[in-house]
């Protein structure tokens, strides 16, 4: 079956402007999730949404959001880009059942503000 | 919500078994082990995962202690593909405040 496919691979834009990221989920997959890269922190968790609703959120600035659709696709969006979000930002698909194997990421926007 | 400790790093021989240690002494008992690898600039790639027994798949075998404060990912015969970044997290059943952690850096050597 299809993996989890995020949209665009690659992206540059201007500090200030804003960005949004697409995340289409494997199929019967409610759950998504997004996590930002950076060399400097790791892995870090920005938030989860199941069936529409964010049901956790990390520790990031407001200028940091997201939505679920009711297809199961994700968005996120930053807006007033800083340097500092440049970073590869990953998607994550579960069936909600956490003994179901967890997580299946998707292969990342590499996003680079100048 | 249980945190995670691994190595920074770690080295094998390629041919060799690679046992990566975890210790999650906090978890609790509806969290499951799951162990994830990262090659450079991927998304992580599932591994493995179990609760309380040891758990067995066509890329690895994972050992749990019996108190479950710490489990060993084990690749039976590591090769030069298997150099990754290891993550070993605790899930917990709703998905909510898990932690990823630094990883470990496998390093397979031929």
């Known amino acids: 079956k299809a993996g989890v496919t995020q949209t665009p691979r690659y992206l540059i834009k201007t500090r200030g402007q804003q960005v949004t990221l697409s995340c289409s989920p494997i199929?019967?997959?409610?759950?998504v999730s997004w996590y930002q890269q950076t060399p400097g922190q790791g892995l870090q968790f920005l938030f989860e949404y199941f069936s529409e609703t964010q049901r956790n959120k990390g520790n990031f600035p407001g200028r940091f959001s997201g939505r679920q659709f009711s297809n199961s696709r994700s968005e996120m969006n930053v807006s007033t880009l800083e340097l500092g979000d440049s970073a590869l930002y990953l998607c994550a698909s579960s069936s909600g059942k956490v003994s179901d194997y967890g997580y299946t990421f998707g292969s990342g926007t590499r996003l680079t503000v100048v | 919500d249980a945190k995670t400790t691994q190595p920074p790093s770690m080295d094998c021989a390629e041919g060799r078994a690679a046992n990566l240690p975890c210790n999650h002494s906090?978890?609790?008992?509806?969290?499951?082990v799951y162990w994830y690898r990262q090659i450079h600039s991927q998304g992580p790639q599932y591994i493995i995962h179990g609760l309380k027994n040891n758990e067995t798949n066509e890329m690895a075998s994972l050992i749990i202690t019996e108190d479950r404060k710490s489990s060993t990912l084990i690749l039976p015969h590591a090769t030069l593909r298997d150099t990754a970044v290891y993550y070993c997290?605790?899930?917990?059943?709703?998905?909510?405040?898990?932690?990823f952690g630094s990883g470990t850096k496998l390093n397979v050597k031929p």
């Open positions: 199929s019967g997959h409610r759950s």
């Open positions: 997290i605790a899930l917990p059943y709703n998905f909510n405040k898990f932690y």
């Open positions: 906090t978890i609790s008992g509806n969290e499951y």
